[in-house]
């Protein structure tokens, strides 16, 4: 991801020569891979910046042929999405976490169980800055989440409720 660009690179050769793969979109925050990208060659992208006096538009985009393009799964005019995590099982569950905030308050953790098609917000309000899932999920459907303003949290249910684990302030 180039910062302040908005555009997604590309290397296939350890960082010698990189392209662009995404053209512009709002602004890329996070950019995640399915862990079978070598066969099924699907990425995701996070977009989207909260400014001073606006937004912009932010969007989660999904690539399934090895970045050479990228489709809109989610848009939204008033959310900036930050987090994006892929399941370590996703060949088998196809789910996909982000997060998102709007200009006044966080929005949420988005959830989409068939791959981005489709996206549930499972955790309403909550502002996750950093999102982590356990390598173990399709057992203990277990994920860890930074909050801005609350500390890490602990999720045992793939996202529906959450348990503080770790005070940061």
């Not at 990425?43 to 606006?54: E, L, P, R, V």
Request: aromatic share 12%; hydrophobic share 40%; proline share 4%.
């Amino acid at each position: 991801v180039i910062p302040g660009d908005g555009n997604v690179q590309w290397s296939q050769d350890g960082g010698a020569n990189w392209r662009h793969v995404t053209g512009r979109l709002g602004r890329v925050n996070a950019v995640a891979f399915s862990p079978n990208f070598a066969h099924d060659q699907t990425a995701f992208a996070a977009a989207g910046m909260i400014g001073q006096h606006s937004l912009s538009e932010g969007g989660l985009y999904r690539s399934i042929n090895n970045s050479a393009t990228w489709t809109a799964v989610f848009n939204s005019p008033f959310y900036a999405f930050q987090t994006l995590t892929v399941s370590p099982d996703f060949a088998v569950d196809k789910t996909v976490w982000a997060s998102a905030n709007s200009y006044s308050s966080a929005i949420g953790l988005f959830r989409s169980t068939n791959g981005g098609d489709t996206w549930v917000n499972v955790a309403p309000g909550r502002n996750i800055n950093l999102l982590e899932v356990s390598p173990n999920y399709a057992r203990d459907h277990t994920l860890f989440a930074g909050m801005a303003d609350d500390g890490i949290h602990r999720s045992v249910d793939g996202g529906l409720t959450w348990t503080r684990v770790l005070n940061t302030a």
